[in-house]
């Protein structure tokens, strides 16, 4: 068991590590083919996985999830490059993830709109992993984590009371 004067050394060692690394949080992981000067926007990155149609279909398919506000949107983002990047490396998924997307890619935009309504209100596996991958996506941007949700990342809270909703606490606690 490590004496008093051990645990402050190192107390004071991990403070030290922390006040260097702020400075590198201060930026965002950026993803391929982003350029923060340019917003985060991609700047000519080539997917990796996707044709062309595929990859516009996706980023319009993205901006229908989380569409352009006062805020940026998946698209703006760049989320179908993260999401086409991501798939990238894994075969199964990414098939599973095609042929999902294929009927999309013939549709108007209207249609697109209206096929992703129905599959949502289906709760189908593909829409589910559309959106959750596109969740991912934007949120591990600038856009996504600075811009809309004001993370700094500098803030440590004192405590964590986790979700406060009544229907989401477990028998017998409270919120």
């Not at 949107?73 to 798939?87: C, S």
């Amino acid at each position: 068991m490590p004496s008093r004067r051990e645990l402050l050394v190192s107390i004071a060692v991990t403070g030290a590590a922390a006040g260097g690394a702020q400075a590198q949080l201060q930026t965002v992981h950026q993803h391929p083919g982003h350029d923060e000067t340019a917003g985060g926007a991609p700047t000519g990155a080539k997917p990796k996985l996707l044709n062309g149609a595929e990859f516009e279909t996706l980023g319009e398919l993205v901006e229908m999830i989380i569409p352009r506000s006062d805020t940026p949107g998946a698209k703006d983002a760049g989320a179908h490059l993260i999401i086409d990047h991501m798939l990238a490396g894994q075969r199964t998924r990414a098939a599973e993830f095609r042929k999902g997307l294929a009927p999309f890619v013939k549709l108007s935009s209207a249609k697109r709109l209206e096929r992703l309504t129905a599959l949502h209100a289906g709760k189908d596996a593909f829409f589910r992993m559309l959106k959750d991958m596109t969740v991912d996506a934007y949120y591990s941007t600038r856009e996504g984590l600075v811009t809309e949700l004001g993370w700094s990342g500098y803030n440590a809270l004192p405590e964590f009371k986790g979700c406060t909703h009544p229907e989401h606490q477990l028998p017998g606690t409270k919120a």
